[in-house]
């Protein structure tokens, strides 16, 4: 049973997702071992309250990046977990952070990366005027969205699309993405080669 421990920072739409799929068991061999917060009205936070899961809010605001970062990996252990699932969690982790859990942890990023990282991206994808978009499940390294990608899967831009319209139809792709990427990870029977994710 791999322990899984989520971050987030807001409504936890991934979350949900993710623990959906454990509940319904398309998604095994795992379970959420803490939810962690970095704010209080994280909509995230009482989602998993009320799933009775362990839920933990280390405020970030105020408080410097390192010590914040310390806190949230000291927690992470206390729980046991082995693998740290970004889930709309909106910092940038410190190199503190991405050594204590090497190779272990995951975020999603609402485009096809390489292309449009970072924020408003489906704002930007619009305005470059892209055919395809989509959501992006990767590894996390110490550059901002540009881990080895476990797994992507794509929509395609409509002609009436709005930024908050494709924004929605990709979230929809995300719930599908990440449950599928994390049984990826956790099956061991992937292996990076290069930057490329392939079966070993
Ligand atoms: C998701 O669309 C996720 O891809 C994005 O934040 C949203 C969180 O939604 N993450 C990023 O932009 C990270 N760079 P959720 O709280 O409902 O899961």
């Known amino acids: 049973m791999t322990r899984l421990g989520v971050l987030l920072s807001g409504r936890g739409s991934n979350f949900s997702a993710i623990a959906q799929a454990i509940k319904e068991g398309t998604l095994r061999d795992c379970e959420i071992a803490v939810v962690i917060a970095n704010r209080e009205d994280a909509v995230g936070l009482e989602i998993a309250r009320e799933m009775g899961l362990p839920a933990r809010c280390i405020v970030s605001k105020g408080v410097p990046r390192a010590e914040h970062d310390a806190a949230v990996i000291a927690a992470l252990k206390s729980f046991g977990v082995e693998l740290v699932v970004l889930a709309g969690y909106m910092r940038v982790l410190t190199p503190a952070f991405i050594a204590a859990f090497p190779q272990?942890?995951?975020?999603?990023?609402?485009?096809?990366?390489?292309?449009?990282?970072?924020?408003?991206?489906?704002?930007?994808?619009?305005?470059?005027?892209?055919?395809?978009?989509?959501?992006?499940?990767?590894?996390?390294?110490?550059?901002?969205?540009?881990?080895?990608?476990v797994?992507?899967?794509?929509?395609?831009?409509?002609?009436?699309?709005?930024?908050?319209?494709?924004?929605?139809?990709?979230?929809?792709?995300?719930?599908q993405a990440y449950p599928e990427a994390i049984a990826r990870v956790i099956s061991g029977q992937y292996t990076v080669v290069g930057r490329r994710y392939i079966r070993a």
């Open 151 to 175: 797994l992507q899967r794509t929509v395609e831009v409509l002609d009436a699309d709005t930024p908050a319209t494709l924004a929605a139809r990709i979230l929809v792709e995300e719930h």
């Open 104 to 149: 272990a942890i995951l975020n999603i990023h609402p485009s096809l990366l390489p292309s449009f990282a970072g924020l408003d991206v489906q704002k930007a994808a619009l305005e470059y005027g892209v055919k395809f978009a989509g959501c992006t499940v990767h590894f996390v390294d110490e550059a901002v969205d540009h881990g080895v990608i």
